[in-house]
Nanobody, 115 residues
């Protein structure tokens, strides 16, 4: 069982920045894939960024160059640094972990970008 606790969401103006954090209760954190998803009202949940245990990262095209995913294995925490935020980034952001082929989700944190 992996518990994920997110923090860092909020309201920001377009062009601003936010950093999301997700603390994971996993003994194997350094080995597992962590990711951030988001879900906007009326839309499907989409993968925003992921990082694997061996350091591979990937991003959805709409955030490339603006968002950065990183992990601190000593703190069992994954981050999403978001810059140049746009109104279309408004969504609930969910932390995701995959351990032993089992998916785990955080409770979600709201990010609202005003124009």
């Amino acid at each position: 069982q992996v518990q994920l606790v997110e923090s860092g969401g909020g309201l920001v103006q377009a062009g601003g920045s936010l950093t999301l954090s997700c603390a994971a209760s996993s003994t194997f954190f350094r080995l597992i894939t962590m990711a951030w998803y988001r879900q906007a009202p009326g839309k499907q949940r989409e993968l925003v960024a992921l990082t694997t245990g061996d350091g591979f990262t990937n991003y959805v095209d709409s955030v490339k160059g603006r968002f950065t995913i990183s992990r601190d294995n000593a703190k069992n925490t994954v981050y999403l640094n978001m810059h140049d935020l746009k109104p279309e980034d408004t969504a609930v952001y969910y932390c995701y972990a995959n351990q032993g082929l089992t998916p785990y989700w955080g409770q979600g944190t709201q990010v609202t970008v005003s124009s």
